[in-house]
């Protein structure tokens, strides 16, 4: 079955350490994508990447970092600058043609104390 | 940039209609869709309108007026598992830079 894989579900981290969140998916899609998500709050664009090897920042991608060396794979790297990391972050990914469908992960809950 | 505004509460009751309003203000865009979320899940893709008028998938409808910078979300025949929150997205004209709405949480009472 196709589709988009986020791991791990829970997260847990020590402030001042960097975590790296694993995103990957069969869909043979172009474009993926980092969204963060607060409580009771809407998507932010954190990072997208339209072809391999070339990503974009989003919205808020400060004190965070991608890498997009496979179609199938995007990882994100909360770093230590991130000043407010704990949040609920998905991934998504499209055809990047038209029509704007996004795929998206079932996410990872990262909570750092 | 952008920025797109939704109510943040809907209700309504099993069987009734509701509609969900979206406005956004950008300089340009290339269309506006609709996503639908519940508590603790990803997202999941509704509809997506391109061009003024209305689009029909079942029992949801997503209208799209460009001169006035507003579409909205409609769902008929309410059931108990609509309620969930549902967000409204545009994608910048130039690139894949998507911006979502605050979302309106939709609670269908019975």
């Known amino acids: 079955d196709g589709g988009i894989t986020q791991s791990p579900k829970y997260l847990f981290r020590k402030e001042g350490q960097n975590v790296t969140l694993s995103c990957e998916q069969n869909l043979n899609h172009d474009a ?7 409580p009771g709050q809407g998507l932010r664009l954190i990072y997208y990447s339209q072809i391999v ?9 400060e004190g965070y970092s991608v890498s997009r060396e496979k179609k199938e794979s995007f990882p994100l790297t909360v770093t230590s600058a991130q000043k407010n990391p704990t949040a609920f972050y998905l991934c998504a990914s499209s055809t990047g043609t038209g029509g ?3 795929y998206f992960g079932p996410g990872t809950r990262l909570t750092v104390t | ?24 203000q950008t300089s340009g865009f290339y269309g ?3 996503y639908q979320q519940h508590d603790g899940g990803a997202p999941t893709f509704l509809s997506y309108n391109a061009l003024d008028g209305l689009e029909e998938t079942g029992r949801f409808s997503s ?3 460009r001169s006035d910078s507003y579409g909205y979300l409609l769902l008929q025949e309410l059931q108990m598992k609509d309620s969930a929150s549902y967000f409204c997205a ?3 004209s130039y690139g894949q830079n998507f ?12």
Do not use: H
Request: net charge negative; glycine share 8%; with cysteine.
């Open chain 1, 32 to 38: 993926m994508y980092w969204y963060r998500q607060d």
């Open chain 1, 53 to 61: 090897n070339d990503f974009q920042k989003g919205d808020i991608a």
């Open chain 1, 100 to 102: 704007d469908e996004q």
């Open chain 2, 1 to 24: 940039g952008q920025s797109l505004e939704q109510p943040s509460e809907v209700t309504a009751v099993e069987g009734a209609i509701v509609q969900i309003n979206c406005t956004y």
């Open chain 2, 32 to 34: 506006l869709s609709w």
């Open chain 2, 63 to 65: 209208f799209l007026s």
């Open chain 2, 90 to 92: 545009v994608r910048e």
């Open chain 2, 99 to 110: 911006v979502f709405g605050p979302g309106t949480r939709l609670s269908v009472l019975p």
